[in-house]
């Protein structure tokens, strides 16, 4: 098992990252709790120790179903979450605000039922509240010890180096990772992003790296998603021709490079994003143990020089 240095801290990270986004039994997450606990079992025990969850994801539901699978093995598992979403219907139940965070950390701590977060991290960027607030309210947790250490997710560079330098300057704990989305189908990070974070001390795990699923070849042109597919789900498409037809271009690519190498297009897809310059851990979201296990051979899979460079090129206007 490879273990990574999480950005300028001393946290190591399996490669490989559980997204427990579809860890729930509502309508958008169909992985019950059983199915769920054999994915995070099988997951830890073939050596990886990484966990992501949020607070918003089902309902909250996500994080008490980790916190109970994680039980008896808790100090070997990194468990990161995030704050930020809606969490009731006033106007300081959402935000990066202090009180919005206080609160909303120790809801977290309550369903994971743990003492500490590993990796607590801003969901989303919050206008309307000082970035000096927010750093000084995350440094106290980790003066408390109810958080080890702090990240950040889809924030821009200028919003990095805002943040890092208002930590610096109040004598604040600075961020050590940002949550991106990245994948051949998403690759803006790599105008200014990914730069920031190099010089800033933050390290990266990415998620959506199959690109919605478009990546793994299960849609194809004017055919209508399948009712077990995320778009036949949540019916946000119609039909698979609301995909972008340089979308399925890229797909194309990766299936091409999936036959020549004898695997498959998922593999491919992760393949490429772990072969990226910057990219720490990779986060996958399986809602079944088969796609946890076709997802972990794209780990193993190391692409030839001229497959990722050929993909590269497939995929250069994602930007």
């Known amino acids: 098992m490879e273990y990574v240095t999480m950005g300028h801290s001393g946290l190591k990270v399996s490669r490989a990252c559980l997204g427990a986004m579809n860890f729930g039994t509502s309508a958008s997450a169909p992985c019950d709790e059983a199915e769920a606990k054999r994915i995070i079992g099988a997951f830890l025990d073939a050596g990886n120790n990484f966990i992501d969850t949020a607070n918003i994801y089902t309902q909250g539901e996500s994080e008490q179903i980790v916190g109970r699978a994680v039980k008896g093995r808790r100090d070997s598992v990194v468990i990161a979450t995030k704050g930020r979403g809606q969490q009731g219907p006033g106007p300081n139940d959402i935000g990066l605000s202090r009180r919005y965070l206080t609160r909303a950390l120790d809801d977290s701590l309550r369903r994971l039922d743990t003492d500490y977060i590993d990796l607590y991290q801003c969901h989303f960027p919050d206008a309307d509240t000082p970035i000096e607030e927010t750093m000084a309210t995350l440094d106290g947790f980790v003066k408390s010890g109810k958080v080890r250490?702090?990240?950040?997710?889809?924030?821009?560079?200028?919003?990095?180096?805002?943040?890092?330098?208002?930590?610096q300057t109040i004598g604040a704990t600075r961020f050590i990772s940002l949550q991106p989305r990245y994948s051949l189908l998403a690759r803006r990070i790599e105008e200014d992003v990914l730069a920031a974070c190099g010089r800033h001390g933050l390290g990266t795990l990415v998620y959506s790296p199959l690109g919605g699923g478009v990546l793994t070849g299960k849609y194809q042109r004017d055919v209508e998603p399948t009712r077990d597919t995320r778009m036949g789900r949540y019916g946000q498409m119609g039909r698979s021709s609301g995909i972008p037809a340089a979308h399925f271009d890229v797909a194309d690519a990766v299936a091409e490079?999936?036959?020549?190498?004898?695997?498959?297009?998922?593999?491919?897809?992760?393949?490429?994003?772990?072969?990226?310059?910057?990219?720490?851990?990779?986060?996958?979201?399986?809602?079944?143990?088969?796609?946890?296990?076709?997802?972990?051979?794209?780990?193993?899979?190391t692409l030839p020089a001229d497959a990722v460079k050929r993909l590269s090129a497939a995929s250069n206007g994602m930007r």
């Open 149 to 167: 250490y702090l990240g950040c997710s889809n924030f821009s560079g200028s919003q990095i180096v805002e943040a890092q330098w208002a930590a």
């Open 257 to 301: 490079v999936a036959a020549e190498l004898e695997t498959t297009s998922t593999a491919v897809a992760l393949a490429w994003v772990l072969s990226r310059r910057g990219v720490t851990s990779v986060i996958i979201g399986p809602r079944t143990l088969e796609q946890y296990e076709a997802n972990m051979v794209g780990f193993d899979l």
